[in-house]
């Protein structure tokens, strides 16, 4: 039996952890089956309890951007760690992290480090809110914000994949205040801000959207929200959590052209370690406690490990300026193969792709622009080439509603032991 260790720890980790996991989509309940139980990785690979070694495409769902314990993050860490593990005051660190990030994404001046995506992105719509003096906010079907109250409202993969899109313990009070708009659908948008005059105080949108499987902005999308955000006295913010450090340096904001208010982070920037981050303009931040009203805190924030951890991981991102042509290059490479490969086999196909990140959906449907296309994907199809991906040890993402992450450690012998795994998919 091919996973014989993972599936007597899952059964063990059952009786403690509820569904044995803790993160939803670990369970392979979309795709069926017992997860692998992973025991270590470097570059390329993880290495499951059973001593399988899978190319490796998820990559902690996207930190791991320069490949798995690269020696300089691990070295950095290791020799931080000697000073101790955690202090609660300010150290050096936080002001050179805070530096190094307003200095590549543009239209920010201050950053405040916290521990996670969710954590950034609920404190994000409290600073808007507090800005604003308004109570409403406007996201999209099949984005993903966090597991906090507001943003559990058609909340794209985890949610979608466990079929209770609305979350019982989110309140009627907050699910009000949370209005719901189509991706890359303007009117939708207008809609909303005719609806609700001077009520809203900011829209927050995946600027590329990556929790539905990858979905690309179209052409006027982002800036139509930029410009009904200026007309209506909203705050634009772009939820940069997966695209931060991948799509660019400064983001989606650098690849796109398009300037958010307040930005969050997570993934790449603590380098594998938990950490998010929310920033925006002076005249923004400057209603955060402790110099504004806007409470917000943390008792690890800025944990000195983490940052450095992310210095140092995104310091190898700022000095390889070639790093995003190469995984760029990689995830095109994958695509376009694939899509030959299915297309001469007859299995209907379409990859959305935006630099390094893209997803294989199994459809007759010409384009997949919004939540509403993905759900009409074959699903089943798609479950079944999950798990003969996995038998020939390479790792996607173990539902349909997700995106690959290629690392920078995907070369030419892991793209082709892909594309092999692929030529034997029988669909
Ligand atoms: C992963 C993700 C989050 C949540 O981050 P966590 O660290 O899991 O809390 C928020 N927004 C987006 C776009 C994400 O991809």
Known sequence: MLYQRSSALFKDAQEYIPGGVNSPVRAFKSVGGTPIFIKKAEGAYIYDEDGRAYVDYINSWGPMIIGHTDPRVLNATVEQM????????????????????????????????????????????????????????????????GHSDSFLIKAGSGAATFGNPNSPGVTQGTAKDTLLAEYNNLEDVKALFEQNKDEIAAIIVEPIAGNMGCIVPEKGFLEGLRQICDANGALLIFDEVMTGFRQAMGGSQERLNINADIVTFGKVIGGGFPVGAFAARREIMNHLAPLGPVYQAGTLSGNPIAMRAGITTLNIINNDRELFNRIDNATETLDNEISKIFTEKGIPNHINRLGSMMSVFFTEQTEIKNFTDVKKCNHERFN????????????????????????????????????????????
């Open 384 to 427: 079944k080439f999950f798990h003969h991906l996995l038998t020939n040890e390479v790792y996607i993402a173990p539902s349909g509603y997700e995106t690959w992450f290629i690392s920078d450690a995907i070369k030419d012998t892991e793209i082709n032991k892909t594309l092999d795994a692929v030529r034997s998919f029988e669909g």
């Open 82 to 145: 000697k000073n101790g593990f955690s202090f609660g005051t300010p150290t050096e660190l936080e002001t050179e992290i805070a530096k190094l990030i307003t200095s590549v994404v543009p239209n920010i001046d201050m950053v405040r480090m916290v521990n996670s995506g969710t954590e950034a992105c609920m404190s994000a719509i409290r600073l808007a809110r507090g800005y604003t003096n308004r109570d409403k906010i406007v996201k999209f079907e099949g984005c993903y914000h």
